[in-house]
Nanobody, 115 residues
Framework: VQLVESGGGLVQPGGSLRLSCTVSGLSFSTYDMMWYRQAPGNEREAVAGILSIEPKTYYTDSVKGRFAISRDNSRNMVFLQMNNLEPEDSAVYYC?????????WGPGTQVTVSS
């Protein structure tokens, strides 16, 4: 199983980034997909999620209205569109596949929001 994130980088406050995660080695359409993040000194937190069986989504309060999660089951990919970024969004972002019995994590991609 392999999850590979891309799209992180340095952006100014108010800017946008789109994270992508390509998944291989599992039945992608049967897994709920999540994005987590962890900033230095902070606990890892769930940022957004999208179910496998229906297009229901979840967002932590601090990103509602700014972030959007989506998935493309035909390409085994999940995305996180991040708009109006704030310095507090700076963190390593992780793609996570949650199945009925197993959970798989990507290595993470760094997002830094700074002027």
């Amino acid at each position: 199983v392999q999850l590979v994130e891309s799209g992180g980088g340095l952006v100014q406050p108010g800017g946008s980034l789109r994270l992508s995660c390509t998944v291989s080695g599992l039945s992608f359409s049967t897994y709920d997909m999540m994005w987590y993040r962890q900033a230095p000194g902070n606990e890892r937190e769930a940022v957004a999620g999208i179910l496998s069986i229906e297009p229901k989504t979840y967002y932590t309060d601090s990103v509602k209205g700014r972030f959007a999660i989506s998935r493309d089951n035909s390409r085994n990919m999940v995305f996180l569109q991040m708009n109006n970024l704030e310095p507090e969004d700076s963190a390593v972002y992780y793609c996570v596949a949650k199945g009925l019995f197993t959970t798989h994590w990507g290595p993470g991609t760094q997002v830094t929001v700074s002027s």
